[in-house]
C-alpha cells in the first residue's frame, strides 16, 4: 500500500448513498421539568497568541490540544512549515508535535522540544495528526492519529511530565477506514472518544465514538454524526470537541462555512447530533474548546495560519447573527456618488462615508450613521437611484432601515422587521419595486418582502414561508428579463438551491437543486450580455468554481473551476465593457486573487491583486462609481480598509491606498462571526 496522507484523508471521497439524520436521544422522566433550551455559540475576536517559527524556518501549527498541569498551560500541535501564500503545505511533511507552555492561554508561550516524532518502526507510523492530551490518574494520556502505509491509527503515548512521551508497547489502540482527530472526555462514569471517520453504511464523512473504562482497551464504534452531503467531497467532519454545558453537549466539527469554520451541533444525548440541533458557529479552524474555570475560550490554527489564535468563547440565548456578502458594502447613491458602510470597531455603529467628485476622487470623512448594529448592512437602490440602507440590530434582535431622500439627505431610521439572522439581500423587480429576503435566526426559513409600488416608504407584509431552513444567507440577483433569482446554501453545506420568478414580477418557481455540496454562501452578479453568473467555493474551502447562464435568463453552463483555495465565494462586479472581474481571497487572507471574465465568459490566468505582507480579513467589496472605474475595498485583519481603483474605466489599477483612518469590524463574509 502507498503511504496515506493527512490531505488524501480530508480530500477522501464519500461513497453516495442516503441516511437519515441521527435523532437527538435522551428524555425527561415524568413529571420533571422539561430541560432548558440550549444555548448559542459564536465568538469575539481572535487574537495571534503564539508564533511557532523558528529563525529561518516558518512554521505553521493546525490540530492541537491546549491542557493545565502544575499552573502552566501546555500546547501539543501538529506543526510543518508553512508554504507559500495561498498554497497549502505538504501535509504529508507533517511527522512531529509540537510543544509549548505558558503561565496564560493568551502567553507568553515558551517554545520546547517538538513531543514526539514519527517512528516508521513503530506499526508503520510515518505522519503524525491530531494530538489529544488529558490527566488521569497521575498519568498523561496523548491519543493522536497515524497515518503510514498500513492506513489510518488512533495511537496513545504516556507521560509523567508532560515532556518525555513514550508510546504503548501493544501498539493501535484501533484502526479505522480513516481514523483520525482523537478527543477524549469523561461522560456518565466512562471515558468516551470521539474521532473523525467515514460512516460504515455509505462512506460519508462522520464522528465516530468510542468507550473504555481504562484509556487502554475501546468499545466497537458508534457514529455521533453524519455529514448531510451524499456526493464525494472532502471531509467536513474534522477536529471533533464535545463539551458539556448545563445538561446539553456540544459538538465543535468542521472545516464548515468555510476553511477558518467551525459549525456547532447541540444535543441532550451526547452520542447523536443532528443538523436540527445546529447551535453557532465560530470562524476558526481545528478549534478547541478551553476554560479556566471562569471564561470560556476557543482556540483555532490552521495551514493558512501562523501559529496558535485565541477569542473568548460566546454563551447567549440568541443566535449569532451572519455577515453580509460585503464587508464594506458600497454603491451608487441617488446622485450618482459612491456611498460605502462598514461597522465601527469600537461599538458596532454604523459609519458612511460618500465620494464627494468621481472625477478626482475626493471622498467626504467618515461619519456617523447609526447603531449600533450586529451584522454588516446591505444596500438597496430604488429605481429613481435612492439608496435604502438595511440594518440587523445587535444579536440579530430585529432589522431596521433607513431610505435617502430625492435631496439627497436621509430619512430616519425606520424599522423594518422582527428577529432575523442577517441583514436581507435586496433587489429590484421588474416593476421597480425592492424586494428583501431576509434569513431567520439560527437560519431557521427565508422570508421575503416587498415594496407597495416602486420608490414607496411602505412595504407589503412578510413572506414568512418563501424557503428554509438555509445554512447561510440568499443571495439575489435579477435575470435580463427582469426575473429576480434567489440562490441559497442549504443547511450544512449539502448543496445549493435556487428559486426564481416564472414571468417577470409573478409568481415563484420552486425550490431546485443548483449545485452539490458547498462550502460558504455563493455569490452572483450580471455580465454586460445579460447572463447571471454564479461563484461558490467547495467544502472545506479548497476550490473556488463558477456558473454562468446560457443565454441571458435562460439555462445554465456546467460548473467550470475559477481558483484554488478560497475563504468564501469569489466577488464579482462587472467591468466598463461588461465583462465580470473576480476577486478571491485565500483561506487566511494572505493572498488575493484577480481574474477577468473573457469573451466566451470562462476567465483569464488572473494575477496577484493584493499587498504583500497585508492580511485580509474577508473578501472585498467591489462597486463602479459614475465614471465607470471599479473601486475594491478591503478591510484588513487589524480593522483597516485599503481601497485599489481603476485608473480609467476599463483600464488598468492604481496602487492601494488607506480608506480613511477609522477602523472597522474585521468580520469574515458571510459568517455567522461577528459577536462582541
Known amino acids: 500500500m502507498h503511504p496515506i496522507s493527512r490531505r488524501r484523508l480530508l480530500q477522501g471521497c464519500a461513497a453516495a448513498g442516503a441516511l437519515a439524520l ?24 481572535f487574537t495571534h497568541v503564539y508564533d511557532p517559527s523558528t529563525p529561518g524556518e516558518r512554521r505553521y501549527l493546525n490540530d492541537h490540544t491546549l491542557i493545565k498541569a502544575a499552573g502552566r498551560w501546555h500546547l501539543f500541535s501538529i506543526a510543518g512549515a508553512g508554504a507559500p501564500p495561498g498554497e497549502a503545505p505538504d501535509s504529508a511533511a507533517e511527522v512531529s508535535f509540537a510543544h509549548a507552555s505558558a503561565p496564560d492561554p493568551y502567553g507568553p508561550w515558551t517554545t520546547h522540544a517538538d513531543a514526539l516524532t514519527a517512528d516508521p518502526a513503530y506499526f508503520g507510523e510515518e505522519h503524525l495528526w491530531a494530538p489529544h492530551v488529558i490527566e488521569a490518574g497521575g498519568t498523561y494520556w496523548m491519543f493522536y492519529a497515524a497515518g503510514g502505509r498500513n492506513g489510518a491509527a488512533i495511537n496513545l503515548a504516556t507521560s509523567t511530565d508532560l515532556f518525555t512521551w513514550t508510546r504503548v508497547p501493544a501498539g ?10 482523537p478527543m477524549v472526555v469523561r461522560i456518565a462514569g466512562q471515558w468516551v472518544m470521539y474521532y473523525t471517520e467515514l460512516s460504515g453504511q455509505d462512506g460519508r464523512h462522520a464522528v465516530a ?3 473504555s473504562d481504562d484509556l487502554l482497551h475501546w468499545s466497537e464504534p458508534g457514529t455521533a454524526f453524519t455529514d448531510a452531503t451524499t456526493e464525494a467531497t472532502v471531509s467536513v467532519t474534522e477536529s471533533p470537541c464535545v463539551v458539556e454545558r448545563d445538561g446539553w453537549y456540544y459538538l465543535f466539527i468542521g472545516p464548515r462555512n468555510g476553511y477558518d469554520g467551525t459549525d456547532v451541533f ?31 475560550h476557543a482556540s483555532a ?27 464594506p458594502v458600497a454603491g451608487l447613491d441617488v446622485d450618482g456618488r459612491l456611498t460605502v458602510c462598514a461597522l465601527d470597531a469600537s461599538d458596532g455603529a454604523l459609519l458612511r462615508r460618500v465620494q464627494l467628485d468621481p472625477q478626482s476622487g475626493t471622498w467626504s470623512p467618515w461619519e456617523a450613521f447609526g447603531g449600533p448594529a450586529g451584522a454588516v448592512p446591505t444596500l438597496g437602490r430604488n429605481a429613481d437611484g435612492r439608496l435604502e440602507v438595511f440594518s440587523l440590530g445587535p444579536g440579530g434582535a430585529g432589522l431596521h432601515h433607513r431610505v435617502q431622500r430625492p435631496d439627497g439627505g436621509w430619512h430616519d431610521w425606520e424599522e423594518f422587521g422582527g ?23 439560527g437560519g431557521t426559513a427565508v422570508a421575503r418582502r416587498r415594496q407597495i409600488s416602486p420608490g414607496s416608504l411602505t412595504w407589503e407584509a412578510w413572506d414568512g414561508g418563501f424557503g428554509g431552513p438555509a445554512g447561510a444567507p440568499p443571495v439575489v440577483a435579477a435575470n435580463a428579463d427582469g426575473r429576480l433569482e434567489v440562490f441559497a446554501l442549504s443547511p450544512g453545506g449539502s448543496g445549493i438551491y435556487h428559486r426564481w420568478q416564472e414571468t417577470p414580477d409573478g409568481p415563484w418557481a420552486q425550490w431546485s437543486r443548483f449545485g452539490t455540496a458547498a462550502g460558504t454562501a455563493p455569490r452572483v452578479s450580471r455580465d454586460g450580455s445579460g447572463r447571471l453568473t454564479v ?28 481558483s484554488g483555495w478560497t475563504a468564501a465565494a469569489p466577488a464579482l462586479v462587472p467591468d466598463a465593457d461588461g465583462r465580470l472581474e473576480g476577486f478571491a481571497l485565500s483561506p487566511g487572507g494572505a493572498q488575493l486573487s484577480h481574474r477577468r471574465q473573457v469573451t466566451t465568459g470562462g476567465w483569464d490566468a488572473g494575477d496577484d491583486f493584493g499587498e504583500p505582507g497585508v492580511r485580509l480579513a474577508a473578501p472585498p467589496a467591489a462597486a463602479v462609481d459614475a465614471t465607470g472605474r471599479i473601486h475594491v475595498f478591503a478591510v484588513t485583519t487589524q480593522g483597516r480598509i485599503r481601497t485599489r481603483v481603476q485608473s480609467r474605466p476599463g483600464g488598468g489599477w492604481l ?15 458571510g459568517s455567522p462571526a461577528y459577536w462582541p
Open 266 to 296: 447541540a444535543s441532550r444525548n451526547p452520542f447523536s447530533f443532528g443538523l436540527d440541533g445546529y447551535a453557532g458557529h465560530v470562524p476558526g479552524h481545528a478549534v478547541e474548546v478551553v476554560t479556566d474555570g471562569r471564561e470560556w
Open 535 to 562: 461563484t461558490a467555493s467547495a467544502p472545506s474551502g479548497v476550490a473556488a468554481f463558477s456558473r454562468r447562464q446560457t443565454v441571458p435568463s435562460g439555462g445554465w453552463d456546467d460548473w467550470q473551476p475559477m
Open 419 to 441: 428577529a432575523a439572522g442577517a441583514a436581507p439581500a435586496v433587489a429590484r423587480n421588474a416593476d421597480g419595486r425592492l424586494e428583501a429576503f431576509a434569513l431567520g435566526p
Open 301 to 327: 490554527a490552521g495551514w493558512f495560519r501562523q501559529g496558535l489564535y485565541l477569542a473568548p468563547l460566546r454563551w447567549r440565548d440568541v443566535p449569532p447573527p451572519w455577515q453580509s456578502a460585503d464587508n
Open 172 to 181: 493501535p489502540l484501533f484502526r479505522g477506514r480513516v481514523a483520525r482527530d
Open 22 to 45: 441521527l435523532e437527538a436521544g435522551g428524555g425527561t422522566a415524568a413529571g420533571a421539568a422539561p430541560p432548558p433550551p440550549h444555548q448559542w455559540i459564536g465568538a469575539g475576536s
Open 655 to 669: 496602487p492601494w491606498t488607506a480608506f480613511g483612518d477609522r477602523q472597522v469590524a474585521p468580520v469574515p463574509s
Open 209 to 211: 465514538f468510542r468507550r
